[in-house]
């Protein structure tokens, strides 16, 4: 009888109640402009992977600056052969807007990692611990905000930068990551995470006073378990929610350094084109607007999906 | 007659004495005091990411091997950086506390008279934008959370989705190809108009003008954040149960909305406006380069290329002190906007 029992709760009931998860993607279907948001990622990372292959041209530092660049064809506006015509380089803008993509997701993706990383871990400790610690740590997110971050981003690029090896990329797994685009990724993420930690410690805070934390600790869990087992998943949404706004004010803010040409000039980024033909845009006008509408379109569709997740995955903003 | 004056000054005195023992005075006084060590902090961190990188000659020079040691050596004891970086820190704080900002590195002209007429532009700039965006951005949100998922509400959501997800400077660059190349409305850069040429034909209509294009690109920024802002606190607050009761007591609809509701949105916009204003300062070098303004953040942008140590220390230590100021504003706005903070 007992043996029974048992099997029976081991084996996979076949009709569960719905998973938390599974009534916010059922919520975020419903949602017109999240799925806009979610096609239109998608479609950038799947551009991400694969622009390098229907590139009609190949990538801009082909074998260095000597290679004369497709043809030759300088300031062409569009055409049959050139779909965005060329820029004051030669470069073809389509072919610079498909590969460049890898570059500003590569942007996005690391700084929101390395950011939510350090958010989390001073949220969580300043949220959970409380006191001083609490104190000390608010006070120095304080300080970081108030900071005039941009200029700041651009003294740490600058100097960074200039160091020896710049300028080339590094091998990892495989795959060449250019060196000077990593500096500035690593400085945006440092000056990045103050807002998000202030997020974090808020719900660590709120769910830190429920009672299943309270019963937990009676139970004897320790902190540690507590942190990871019990709160960080119940505010994992908001993180989720958070890391996607986040991808999409990093690529913006890369685009901004570059375009004010502290970026890496070995890498075509989206910023770095706009950039190069900032002198000549009276007349290499396409350069200007079309790879801004590549960053246009792709953080329009991270904020989009960030928004739709907010509104699936805490239906209390909602009606 | 000196009666009368005595007890004029009694009372003046009296009056300084409760300004001194008010809660206000001395909370002012605590922020003075607490922006002192996090402006010095924030110059430590700038001064040593800075040094850290080199001295500015050696690297400088390094693109010019002709130049002999000679005048290299000469020109670091000009510069006072053939001392070690804690002296010159403390040299560099010396001077600051007698506003003096050093020499430029690029022909030893005083950073003062460089950068001294380029803050009058940005904070022209900074504020007139800030201004327009927050006065238009309350009556569109409030009217958007009014109506929420209505047809104007999804116009002015995305018109301001769109606002958050747009580079800055490209949209400068937009319009300038747009109304300036084009159509030729409005200059492309500059504050003002070369002597023999003015827009519109007239000196005052040359400066708006100018002002026209940049504007218009700080103000959607910063309208587009600010809506998002309001309506979502706007949203919220119509749904609590105050609300609800203000409405069931039969007060007007627009005394809830305008009386009621938007008192207690605004009052967090207000904090945000404080980090608008900063971000606004600290981000000024994307629409100053882009229409060549006059001001603090392309001289920024173009001494940071450079490497012009002093100009760099003197633009972001004037960007950092014009931001904890803005924000010591706020705070003391905040009081009197929101009658549940109470200063301790």
Not at chain 1, 119 to 130: D, E, K, L, R, S
Not at chain 1, 205 to 232: P, Q, T
Not at chain 2, 97 to 119: A, D, H, K
Request: no cysteine; hydrophobic share 50%.
């Amino acid at each position: 009888m007992v043996s029974q029992e048992n099997n029976e709760s081991n084996t996979p009931l076949k009709r569960r109640s719905a998973s938390q998860w599974a009534v916010a993607w059922r919520r975020f279907k419903r949602n017109k402009a999240g799925i806009v948001g979610l096609i239109i990622v998608v479609g950038v990372v799947f551009v991400g992977l694969f622009g390098d292959f229907f590139a009609p041209y190949p990538a801009f530092p082909n074998n260095g600056w000597q290679t004369p660049f497709y043809n030759g064809d300088v300031r062409t506006a569009p055409n049959s052969h050139y779909l965005l015509g060329t820029d004051v380089l030669g470069t073809d803008i389509l072919s610079g807007i498909l590969h460049g993509t890898k570059y500003a997701l590569y942007v996005g993706v690391v700084v929101t990692a390395i950011t939510m990383a350090i958010a989390i871990a001073v949220g969580a400790i300043a949220g959970y611990f409380g006191s001083w610690v609490d104190n000390l740590l608010m006070r120095i997110t304080e300080i970081f905000l108030v900071f005039p971050s941009l200029l700041f981003i651009l003294i740490f690029v600058r100097v960074l930068t200039l160091g020896a090896g710049v300028g080339t990329s590094f091998n990892l797994l495989g795959i060449g990551i250019p060196t000077g685009l990593s500096i500035v990724i690593f400085v945006l993420a440092i000056f990045n995470w103050p807002g998000d930690a202030r997020m974090i410690r808020g719900e660590f805070l709120r769910v830190r006073e429920l009672d299943f934390v309270e019963a937990e600790k009676s139970l004897g869990a320790s902190n540690k378990r507590i942190i990871f087992r019990h709160i960080l998943p119940n505010i994992l949404s908001s993180i989720i929610v958070v890391a996607s706004l986040t991808i999409a004010y990093a690529i913006l803010l890369e685009a901004g350094v570059s375009f004010l040409g502290f970026g890496d000039v070995n890498t075509m980024t989206w910023g770095q084109i706009l950039e190069n033909n900032f002198s000549d845009m009276r007349v290499v006008w396409w350069a200007e607007l079309f790879p801004g509408i590549a960053i246009l379109i792709t953080v329009f569709g991270f904020n989009l999906l960030g928004d739709g997740l907010s509104d699936a995955l805490n239906p209390r903003l909602r009606d | 007659m000196l009666n009368k004056l005595k007890s004029i000054a009694k009372n003046g005195v009296k009056r300084l004495k409760l300004i001194a023992r008010s809660a206000m005075f001395r909370y002012i006084v605590r922020r003075l005091l607490y922006m002192i060590p996090l402006a010095i902090g924030i110059s430590i961190i700038a001064f040593i990411t800075m040094y850290a990188a080199g001295d500015p000659i050696s690297l400088i020079r390094a693109g010019k091997p002709n130049v002999n040691q000679a005048t290299i050596d000469g020109l670091k004891a000009y510069y006072g950086l053939d001392k070690p970086v804690p002296v010159q820190y403390l040299n560099w704080l010396a001077n600051i506390l007698q506003l003096n900002f050093g020499r430029s590195l690029y022909g030893g002209q005083s950073v003062n008279t460089l950068i001294g007429p380029e803050i009058l532009p940005t904070i022209e700039l900074q504020i007139i934008s800030l201004l327009i965006a927050f006065a238009i951005s309350i009556p569109i949100a409030v009217h958007s959370a009014r109506k929420p998922y209505s047809k104007q509400d999804l116009t002015v959501t995305s018109f301001s989705l769109f606002g958050v997800s747009m580079p800055t400077f490209w949209f400068g660059l937009i319009l300038i190809i747009i109304f300036s190349f084009t159509l030729g409305w409005f200059p492309s850069a500059g504050a003002k108009g070369a002597a023999g040429f003015l827009w519109w034909g007239n000196p005052v209509l040359d400066v708006i003008a100018h002002f026209v294009l940049p504007v218009v690109v700080l103000v959607y920024v910063s309208l587009a954040q600010n809506i998002r802002l309001i309506r979502a606190n706007m949203l919220e607050i119509l749904r609590s149960d105050y609300i609800l009761a203000a409405r069931a007591s039969g007060i007007s609809e627009r005394k809830v909305v305008y009386g009621y509701a938007l008192r207690n949105a605004i009052t967090p916009a207000v904090t945000f406006l404080a980090l608008a204003l900063g971000g606004m300062l600290a981000g000024a070098p994307m629409t100053e380069y882009v229409f060549s303004w006059p001001g603090l953040g392309r001289q920024y942008v173009s001494s940071t290329l450079s490497l012009d140590f002093p100009t760099i220390m003197a633009i972001t230590m004037l960007i950092t002190v014009m931001t904890l100021v803005a924000n010591l504003i706020m705070d003391i706005l905040y009081v009197y906007i929101d009658p549940r903070v109470r200063i301790r």
